[in-house]
């Protein structure tokens, strides 16, 4: 047996053995997970299974570049995301069953929120709806639990690296936030290359109540002043959101932390704030490549390009006058996507760029064949890897965000 598990649960057994769990000691492994070190979670998600009347319990992290489904258990093998049943469950973020020794094996996907964290492998002897509710909710656990710990972790992010990671781009790195975040609202996600030689370009976005916060930023050079000029823009951005500061102020706040910090240095960038709640999208273009607008599958050209503006922390030196903040109103389906110039300047064998077209034709047929748009990014950046035969000349970073109203 191979399936697809259905989206909804199954009725509930009435009666049997899982029927009853032993709730004192489910209990007692919920607040031990709270002081849990990280390399203890392969041995506590078994120890949860089992009081759930499961077999056991395998966690599997996407590597950096969501190839890879690495155990958190050492002693096994990676799994291809492209390949295995495993990763079938990452891409589309839905459980699959499958026959194993003596039993099933379920594999849950790990989210949080908008993030895909990996996959959970459950082991039971059978399936039935009460066993599928208590996988899902062992996933939803460790999901949350791994989401808490990460963030002090080195083991848990070394454990999903595959290569030697340069300095600059761990400095960068400990700055950017998770590849996705949203609600039901409204979903953003990005993807950045080389995933292990970044320097320059960062993605930056965060929810403030029902508004949504995002940035996109390439700074001169591929060094690590390259790193530390992003580094300090983006500190300043988030400086200035969680004092309450407009777009404007935001803006302002990115101008003069460089303007001080490091005169010598500028970046380009694009910061937007969207209301998930109105559809008003306002947006400051900063030297950079226009964001674009995609509705019903197709680019609006010129939908949101803008008067040219100075980089970041140029303002000063060339215009006294406040940043121009743009504003229009989306539509329930549109996506607006922000890039950096290394993703269209990509170039295979021949020298052919691989352009804003083929770019955006990958986005609208992805998404229309139903892809999720945290998998669009996924399948892109590695088609834009490919292209130029993994050895990217500058840096590619690409942001997409989403409105999907509830009642559209």
């Known amino acids: 047996m191979e399936g697809v598990i259905p989206v909804s649960d199954p009725p509930p057994a009435s009666a049997g053995p899982d029927a009853a769990v032993d709730e004192n ?3 007692g492994l919920i607040i031990e997970a709270q002081t849990a070190l990280p390399f203890e979670l392969p041995a506590l998600a078994n120890r949860c299974a089992s009081a759930l009347g499961l077999d056991a319990a395998l966690i599997y992290l996407a590597d950096l570049q969501q190839r890879l489904l690495i155990p958190l258990d050492e002693a096994l093998q990676p799994l291809t995301v492209d390949d295995s049943l495993a990763g079938w469950a990452y891409r589309t973020v839905s459980p699959r069953v499958a026959d194993a020794d003596e ?7 790990l989210v949080d929120g908008a993030e895909r964290l990996g996959v959970l492998a459950v082991r039971t002897a059978s399936l039935n709806g009460v066993r599928l509710r208590r996988s899902r909710m062992l996933a939803h656990l460790f999901a949350m639990l791994i989401t808490s710990k990460r963030g002090y972790s080195d083991w848990l992010a070394a454990r999903t690296r595959t290569a030697t990671m340069r300095l600059p781009t761990e400095m960068l790195r400990a700055f950017l936030p998770s590849r996705s975040v949203g609600s039901s609202r409204c979903v953003s996600t990005a993807v950045l290359e ?5 320097a320059g370009d960062a993605f930056d976005h965060s929810v403030i109540k029902d508004v949504l916060h995002t940035m996109i930023l390439d ?4 060094d690590l002043a390259s790193g530390l000029t992003t ?3 983006m500190a300043a951005a988030r400086n200035a959101r969680r004092g309450g500061g407009e777009l404007a102020d935001i803006v302002g706040s990115l101008d003069q932390a460089l303007a001080r910090w490091l ?3 500028f970046a380009t960038g694009v910061l937007c704030r969207f209301d998930a709640v109105t559809g008003v999208l306002r947006w400051v273009n900063c030297g950079h490549p226009p964001p674009l607008l995609i509705r019903a599958e197709r680019v609006l050209d010129g939908a949101l390009d803008s008067p040219p503006q100075p980089p970041i922390g140029l303002a000063g030196q060339f215009t006294p006058a406040a940043r121009q903040v743009h504003e229009t109103t989306l539509e329930p389906g549109d996506c607006v996507l922000l890039y950096t110039d290394g993703v269209v300047e990509a170039r295979d064998a021949d020298g052919e760029e691989f352009g804003l077209d083929r770019f ?3 986005i609208i047929r992805s998404s229309a064949a139903g892809q999720r748009p945290a998998e669009v990014l996924r399948l892109l950046i590695h088609a834009i ?3 130029q035969r993994n050895q990217l000349r500058d840096d590619a970073t690409i942001l997409l965000f989403e409105w999907r109203p509830q009642h559209w």
């Open 25 to 27: 000691r489910l209990s």
């Open 194 to 198: 080389p995933a292990y030689d970044v």
């Open 263 to 265: 005169p010598d240095r």
């Open 385 to 387: 890897l490919e292209y």
């Open 219 to 222: 700074s001169m050079g591929h």
């Open 360 to 362: 955006t034709d990958f």
């Open 231 to 233: 580094s300090v823009a």
């Open 103 to 109: 039993g099933v094996i379920v594999w849950m996907p």
